[in-house]
């Protein structure tokens, strides 16, 4: 028996947009409306199960009812980029699921809809419409059902012409009267003014249509009947402009609906290019990677077995001539990771081990080779390899050569599939197994038998023996080979000193942050409790809810399907009306604080050595940027004074030592100010001048001393919202004013800062020609949408141009202090230890003696590091721990 789906693609990603919490892939493209719609799009083919499928797009604003009515949607923001950017995504998505995706000129996604409803109907097909647009309930029948999306995208309420009486009092086909009477402010059909639902559903309880109110309004009293009798055309045209359009000329234009499953491969390949691991993983997709066309050439595998005196030997000889290295560390952190085995890649030969061979005596010589500096090392992930044989064997992987993990995120930092297998593939050489597909995944995860666990470790290494040769030429052509050698491998060797030593941890602190965080949030839910006059769940939204809006009768800002939304801009915006909302904002903070840093920070701290051991991620952010793991020592909060006081607890490991910071000071504007050579922007620098004052006085056109706290809040957010390639949308979300006003202060900021315009307008253009944008230090960032003809992936390619190379260098700035800054430690002598970078900082902790030389050694390095046409400026401050130093 057939059963169609139909979904309402606009209103499920504008609904998703909303309700989803920001989300970007590593490309920077925003994601969170895919995300929400695909998750969608999941539960209703896992609960449905539907024969045919099929999702409706707007073709456009003009549409058959602007004709009359030019006002239609006229009210409506302009979309944000942040979401328009995504629609191709999700048709990329939707065609990777395998399912037809229609649009028309002249019509919105509703009416074709409503016309395929209305075929289902004359054929006695069930069909399920799945929309976050009640307009659609109109269409409920008894072959159709409306699917409403509530909560978001997560939850669906099912709708039949029972359910709608049920909810309504009216049939489905009376919703459209609804809409006449009381209107529509989404989309600007204007209805009666002054006629809300509750009214509107009593007039038609009492006279069934818009047609029958208006024709009995002398009927009616007072107020409302002045207006329905004023209103009486409006009513008409909303209940036309509500009316869903049935006879759409489809001509067979939507094809074949019929939805036969999705193909594992081409579903996988989509959510890489997004980085939806979570549902690969949901799915099982994670084997599902395409394979090299080329078949996979005969290795010869030689085991070194334990007591096999031989084949150890063999090995060893083979280690004297140039090879390849790969180490199987199993386990998200490597600090605790367990080794399986590992494999070096001879010319004649594979040489493969398994973990029990590793730990004993027969691999001393072995481990010999990995600690010898002057033996060079080619591999895949040598960081992560650095830190698990440390934390495993006590040794210190030495004599890192190449990394193609390393090179292959230079080459392509928006790649998904930084593994061995992916690697080879973009590579063209032959197809290495993935590890899902011989260890499993998850709870299925084993390792194989012997035989099996050394053809993988083998093949393995032979890839990244045929990749290196490889990628070297790719990095000379593309003129990264500096940026390698000088920079990021040079780097990879001293984030593992820095994991490896640590920062030491005062529990006993944590556990007093702790306890005053308790004291703090049961004072505020005494406070809450008190204005509130009642004890209630100040977690539930619900009861929340009905505290401040019915029993303090607060104005609802806004409205959610299961009653009134209290999320955080809500809040926000009422603080002005109640003492109450303060509190409950102080509240939040302090409750995320206790559950996310106290207690997590605890989980984190060795119980042998008191200290936590972060790892850095070199290779995710497509800017070059650095990431932490395990824990994530770069989300403390700092903004509230709470959190703040968790650096209190980073204490240096030995008595009497201090704790340094050296933070840059404005480094991305400084960056900006180089790059773009703007007057103004640089004079601000020259002549050290608070940017932000600077710029307020410019855009504002007044005297610094007329500058107020509002205009250089305003200059600030616009100053790093332009670095960040913000929008009007976001930059009214950041300061709470309109979209209008927005887009007019950045116009006045371009009018200022006439070089910056010029930069934004040239890097464009030279990402146009080019296909990729740089740093100053030559990183890469390619861009293949600044050519494409869909207006969102370019607006987004084109803004991606403007702030990678402001990002990238910044980040490359501070990595190359880090190099240059351990060479200075170690080729001074110094004690003295870098243990932490958080953004744009360096934390250090400082023998006493040596306090004054950090004190002029730090600024000194870091200001250095690379020479701009404004100087970078880095300050510097210390204490007896982390709180202390800022």
Same mark, same amino acid.
């Given at each position: ?114 016309? /395929?409803? +209305? ?81 509107? /559903? ?22 409302? %009947? ?9 009513? +008409? ?144 992930? /040598? ?81 990244? +023996? ?144 008191? %200290? ?186 084109? +803004? ?87």
């Amino acid at each position: 028996m057939e059963k169609w789906i139909l979904i309402d693609g606009n209103s499920i990603a504008y609904r998703a947009f909303y309700a989803m919490p920001p989300l970007t892939n590593a490309a920077g493209l925003h994601t969170n409306a895919v995300f929400g719609f695909t998750t969608m799009l999941l539960k209703v083919l896992e609960e449905q199960k539907p024969t045919h499928a099929l999702v409706a797009f707007d073709a456009g604003k003009v549409t058959f009812r602007t004709e009359s009515f030019a006002d239609y949607k006229g009210t409506r923001d302009k979309t944000p980029s942040e979401l328009s950017e995504q629609f191709p995504l999700i048709k990329e998505v939707v065609q990777a699921f395998g399912i037809r995706q229609f649009e028309l000129p002249g019509y919105e996604a509703d009416d074709i809809i409503g016309t /395929l409803t +209305r075929m289902a109907d004359e054929q006695g097909v069930q069909a399920v419409v799945v929309s976050g647009d009640k307009d659609m309930l109109q269409l409920a029948s008894e072959q159709v059902s409306i699917a409403i999306t509530r909560k978001g995208v997560s939850e669906i309420e099912l709708y039949d012409p029972a359910a709608v009486r049920e909810r309504y009092g009216l049939e489905p086909s009376q919703i459209i009267d609804l809409k006449g009477l009381m209107g529509d402010t989404s989309d600007n059909i204007p209805g009666i003014p002054g006629v809300g639902e509750k009214t509107a /559903l009593k007039l038609l309880h009492e006279y069934g249509t818009v047609e029958a109110v208006l024709e009995r309004s002398g009927e009616l009293k007072g107020k409302l %009947k002045e207006r329905v009798e004023e209103h009486q055309e409006s009513a +008409r045209l909303s209940k036309q402009l509500a009316t869903i359009f049935r006879e759409v000329p489809l001509a067979g234009e939507t094809g074949d609906f019929a939805y036969k499953g999705y193909e594992p491969s081409t579903l996988a390949a989509a959510f890489g290019k997004l980085e939806f691991k979570s549902l690969i993983e949901r799915l099982d997709l994670g084997a599902a990677a395409p394979a090299s066309a080329e078949p996979q050439k005969v290795l010869d595998v030689r085991p070194v077995e334990i007591g096999d005196s031989e084949a150890r030997q063999a090995l060893e000889q083979a280690l004297r001539a140039p090879g390849a290295f790969y180490l199987e560390a199993v386990g998200d952190n490597p600090h605790h990771a367990e080794l399986i085995g590992a494999a070096y890649a001879a010319e004649e030969a594979v040489y493969a081990m398994c973990g029990d061979w590793l730990a004993s005596p027969d691999a001393d010589g072995f481990k010999a080779w990995l600690a010898d500096a002057s033996a060079p090392k080619v591999g895949c992930d /040598l960081h992560r390899a650095e830190l698990a044989l440390s934390a495993r064997l006590g040794v210190h992987l030495q004599g890192g050569a190449f990394d193609i993990v390393l090179a292959a995120y230079l080459l392509d930092p928006t790649a998904t599939d930084q593994s061995v297998s992916g690697i080879a593939a973009r590579l063209g050489l032959p197809s290495v197994p993935t590890d899902e597909s011989v260890y499993g995944k998850g709870a299925k995860f084993k390792v194989p038998d012997k035989e099996a666990l050394y053809a993988q470790l083998a093949v393995k290494a032979d890839a990244v +023996r045929a990749a290196a040769p490889l990628q070297q030429a790719q990095l000379e052509e593309t003129g990264m080979h500096r940026l390698y050698y000088e920079l990021e491998q040079p780097l990879s060797g001293v984030l593992a000193d820095m994991e490896r030593q640590g920062i030491s941890v005062d529990a006993q602190t944590i556990r007093q942050l702790g306890s005053e965080l308790e004291t703090g949030i049961k004072a505020d839910m005494e406070a809450i409790y008190r204005h509130a006059g009642q004890e209630f769940n100040i977690n539930s939204p619900k009861q929340l809810g009905e505290i401040l809006f019915d029993k303090l009768g607060l104005p609802v800002m806004k409205k959610t399907k299961t009653g009134y939304s209290t999320d955080a801009d809500v809040l926000e915006k009422l603080e002005p009306y109640h003492e109450i909302i303060p509190l409950i904002l102080h509240f939040r903070q302090l409750h995320k604080l206790q559950s996310t840093y106290v207690e997590g920070l605890l989980k984190e701290v060795r119980p042998d050595s008191g %200290k936590i051991h972060t790892y850095y991620r070199q290779t995710i952010a497509a800017t070059g940027r650095l990431s932490s793991q395990f824990p994530n020592l770069q989300n403390i909060p700092i903004r509230l004074e709470e959190g703040r006081k968790i650096r209190k607890a980073f204490v240096p490991s030995e008595p009497d030592w201090l704790i340094l910071a050296a933070d840059y000071s404005q480094i991305e504007l400084r960056v900006l100010a180089h790059i773009s050579g703007d007057e103004g922007l640089s004079e601000a620098f020259t002549q050290d001048l608070d940017v932000h004052t600077k710029t307020a006085m410019d855009v504002f056109g007044v005297a610094q001393a007329d500058v107020d706290a509002d205009m250089r809040r305003s200059a600030k957010a616009v100053n790093f919202g332009i670095v960040y390639g913000i929008s009007d949308f976001g930059l009214s979300q950041n300061l709470g004013i309109t979209r209008k006003e927005a887009a007019r202060f950045i116009d006045q900021y371009f009018e200022a800062f006439q070089g910056v315009r010029k930069y934004m307008d040239d890097i464009v253009q030279q990402a146009r020609r080019d296909g990729y944008v740089t740093t100053l230090l030559e990183r890469r960032r390619y861009l293949p949408e600044i050519k494409a003809s869909n207006f969102n992936l370019r607006s987004f390619a084109e +803004r991606t141009a403007m702030n990678t190379p402001i990002q990238g260098t910044a980040a490359d700035i501070i990595k190359l202090a880090m190099v240059k800054m351990q060479e200075r430690l170690r080729a001074e002598g110094l004690r003295s230890r870098m243990l932490l970078q958080v953004h744009d900082e360096l934390v250090f902790e400082v023998h006493p003696e040596e306090l004054e030389t950090m004190k002029r050694l730090v600024p000194e390095v870091m200001e250095s590091a690379l020479e701009l046409s404004v100087p970078l400026r880095a300050d510097v401050s210390y204490g007896a721990n982390w709180y202390e130093a800022k």
